[in-house]
C-alpha cells in the first residue's frame, strides 16, 4: 500500500515550487473572479504543474562502459551527424541518439555515464519543435562534454523545445559527474541529444520508450552493433 502510494505522490524538484505556487494564484484568482469553471481549469492546470516537475527516484544499472539515457521520452532519432562544435569532441562524425521530452515526462536530466564535466556551452537560439532534426543547430541549447577516468568523451545536449523557454544546470564545469545524477532540466517540452564515440552503436531502437537513469542507450566497451526494433 505504501509503495502504491509512494509511486503516486513522487518528490517534487525545488524548481517547480515557483511555478506551482504561480498556478495555484491564478487558479485561486479565477475561483474570485470568474465564473467557477475557470477556477476549476486552474485547478487541473495547477495539478498538471505539479506533475510536470515530479523527481522520482531512479536505479541505475552500474557497469564500465554503459550510456544511460539522460532523459525521460521517446526515443526520436537515431542518426550519424556531424559533432556540434561546442561539444569538442576528438571524432568529427558521432552517432547521435535523441530522446523527445513531451510536456508530461519527468523533465529532470541525468548524467549518461560517470566522469568529470570537460565543458559546458550555453547557446541561445529559437524554439522550434525539438523533435525536428534542425533544432539541434537552431534551437537554444547547453551542451556538457564529460571525460571518464579512461580519456574517453562523452558529450549530450539540453535542447529547448516549442514550448520550452529555461534550461537550468545543477553543475559547473570541473564536477564529477556519477551515471544518473541528475545535472538540469529543462521547463515544459524539450530534448536531449547524446554523442556516441565513433564506433559505437545505439542499444535502443527509434520509438523505444526511454526512462532517464536507467535506459542503456548503448554499451561503448562492447562492439554490439545497431539494433532495430518493431511495434507489437
Given at each position: 500500500m505504501i509503495e502504491s502510494?509512494?509511486?503516486?505522490?513522487?518528490?517534487?524538484?525545488?524548481?517547480?515550487?515557483?511555478?506551482?505556487?504561480?498556478?495555484?494564484?491564478?487558479?485561486?484568482?479565477?475561483?474570485?473572479?470568474?465564473?467557477?469553471?475557470?477556477?476549476?481549469?486552474?485547478?487541473?492546470?495547477?495539478?498538471?504543474?505539479?506533475?510536470?516537475?515530479?523527481?522520482?527516484?531512479?536505479?541505475?544499472?552500474?557497469?564500465?562502459?554503459?550510456?544511460?539515457?539522460?532523459?525521460?521520452?521517446?526515443?526520436?532519432?537515431?542518426?550519424?551527424?556531424?559533432?556540434?562544435?561546442?561539444?569538442?569532441?576528438?571524432?568529427?562524425?558521432?552517432?547521435?541518439?535523441?530522446?523527445?521530452?513531451?510536456?508530461f515526462d519527468v523533465h529532470v536530466n541525468r548524467s549518461p555515464i560517470d566522469g568529470r564535466i570537460d565543458k559546458i556551452s550555453y547557446i541561445p537560439g529559437k524554439f522550434i519543435n525539438a523533435e525536428l532534426d534542425k533544432a539541434s543547430e537552431h534551437n537554444e541549447r547547453q551542451a556538457l562534454t564529460v571525460e571518464t577516468e579512461d580519456g574517453i568523451k562523452i558529450g549530450f545536449v539540453q535542447i529547448a523545445g516549442l514550448v520550452a523557454r529555461r534550461i537550468v544546470k545543477f553543475v559547473n564545469e570541473g564536477d564529477q559527474l556519477l551515471a544518473g545524477q541528475r545535472f538540469g532540466l529543462i521547463r515544459f517540452g524539450s530534448r536531449v541529444d547524446v554523442y556516441l564515440p565513433k564506433g559505437h552503436e545505439a542499444l535502443v531502437c527509434v520509438g523505444q520508450k526511454a526512462v532517464a537513469g536507467e535506459t542503456v542507450l548503448a554499451d561503448i566497451s562492447s562492439d554490439h552493433k545497431h539494433r532495430t526494433g518493431r511495434t507489437s
Open positions: 502510494i509512494s509511486s503516486i505522490f513522487v518528490p517534487i524538484h525545488k524548481e517547480g515550487y515557483r511555478f506551482i505556487a504561480i498556478f495555484a494564484a491564478l487558479a485561486l484568482a479565477m475561483f474570485l473572479w470568474l465564473p467557477e469553471m475557470f477556477g476549476w481549469i486552474g485547478v487541473i492546470l495547477t495539478l498538471w504543474c505539479v506533475y510536470f516537475f515530479r523527481d522520482p527516484e531512479r536505479v541505475t544499472p552500474i557497469q564500465k562502459g554503459l550510456i544511460i539515457s539522460p532523459a525521460d521520452g521517446h526515443v526520436s532519432m537515431i542518426e550519424t551527424v556531424k559533432v556540434p562544435p561546442e561539444l569538442a569532441l576528438d571524432d568529427d562524425e558521432a552517432v547521435r541518439i535523441s530522446v523527445f521530452m513531451n510536456v
